[in-house]
């Protein structure tokens, strides 16, 4: 399998941005602002909630970094003012982490003063495992001034689980993190391979966080995470404002969404949407080509 998604991915890459668009748009909401924004309404009238992520990571200049600091700002100003229900995911690296910290620094601060005057949320994504510590040191740092922030844990990180104690640490009541299993490929010297450990860290990340009385955003497709945490916080009587599950835009969830808002718990919906869409996919496929047979597979679902 390993060998014919590298196969694909090769096949790809070679192929005209006009054959690969199709691929790639399923999980994107268009290029432009307009578009996506006409995708969160639509999602808000069925139900769900959402965030907004401007594709796009490693911006190469000052500029670059700026100019989309700015988009983003212009993003909640839109979504207040036209009173969507939806927040803001970002990558720190767009802000210009790994070019000049400092200037990703401002940048963040710069969103979360907007994100907090505009009664809104930003979440940190968490890109890959160069990182890490960069991401979390940075959001500690955002704590001191900030509420409305929260980072990405990774499940198949050996680590998550004291960085989660090591964050539960300040104040777990205003606590907000989503659990993921984690998109990029590591190696195993620091991060789980198998699937049921990454399934059982999984679930002991959302349990310990819960149990703490964080808010925990369950970010997951894999229905056997899905039931079996819904079942543990039934059980537990979680209050439904304590946490809530998420879900890429595109992968195809049979009725499980509707089922989870039948049962009163909050869904929401992550957007990516933006011109960069060739080269995130791309970038994507070559540092996750299993991601190519979720595709292949989801072709032929709804
Ligand atoms: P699993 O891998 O078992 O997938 C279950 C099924 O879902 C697959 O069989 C396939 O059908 C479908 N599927 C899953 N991922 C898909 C994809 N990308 N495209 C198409 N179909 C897919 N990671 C990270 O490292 N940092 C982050 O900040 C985030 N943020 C994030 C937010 C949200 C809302 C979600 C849902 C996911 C992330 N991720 C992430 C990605 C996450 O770490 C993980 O790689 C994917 O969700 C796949 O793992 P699942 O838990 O869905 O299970």
């Known amino acids: 399998m390993e060998f014919l998604n590298s196969s694909l991915t090769t096949f790809l890459c070679l192929l005209p941005k006009g054959v690969v668009r199709p691929f790639a748009m399923r ?130 990180l050996k680590r998550s689980g004291d960085d989660l104690k090591r964050i539960l640490s300040g104040n777990p009541l205003e606590l907000n993190v989503r659990i993921c299993k984690g998109i990029y490929r590591e190696p195993d010297s620091i991060a789980l391979q198998d699937r049921q450990e990454i399934r059982n860290s999984f679930i002991d990340l959302v349990q310990t966080g819960l149990s703490n009385g964080a808010y925990i955003a369950i970010a997951t497709h894999d229905i056997y995470l899905i039931d079996t945490l819904k079942t543990w916080i039934d059980n537990q009587s979680i209050p439904k404002e304590g946490y809530e599950f998420q879900v890429l835009y595109g992968v195809p969830m049979g009725n499980k969404l509707e089922e989870l808002l039948d049962g009163g718990h909050k869904v929401r919906i992550y957007i990516p949407f933006g011109d960069e869409w060739y080269a995130y996919a791309m970038r994507r496929f070559k540092e996750n080509p299993k991601i190519i047979s979720y595709i292949m597979g989801n072709w032929f679902k709804t």
Not at 34 to 54: K, M, P, S
Not at 100 to 116: C, G, H, P, Q, V
Not at 123 to 134: F, G, H, L, V
Request: with cysteine; proline share 2%.
């Open 27 to 156: 999980y994107v909401a268009g290029e432009s602002e307009e578009d996506a924004l006409g995708v969160v309404h639509e999602l808000n009238q069925l139900g769900f909630t959402t965030t907004l992520d401007i594709l796009g990571e490693h911006s190469e200049s000052d500029e670059a970094a700026r100019e989309i600091t700015d988009n983003y700002v212009r993003l909640y100003e839109i979504i207040a003012d036209s009173s969507l229900d939806c927040n803001i995911s970002i990558k720190l690296t767009h802000l210009g982490l790994g070019h000049d910290d400092t200037l990703a620094e401002k940048n963040l601060f710069r969103l979360l003063d907007i994100t907090e005057r505009r009664e809104n949320f930003l979440r940190i994504d968490m890109e890959n495992s160069p990182y890490t510590d960069a991401t979390l040191n940075l959001y500690e740092k955002c704590t001191a001034k900030y509420q409305s922030v929260g980072p990405v844990l990774q499940a198949y």
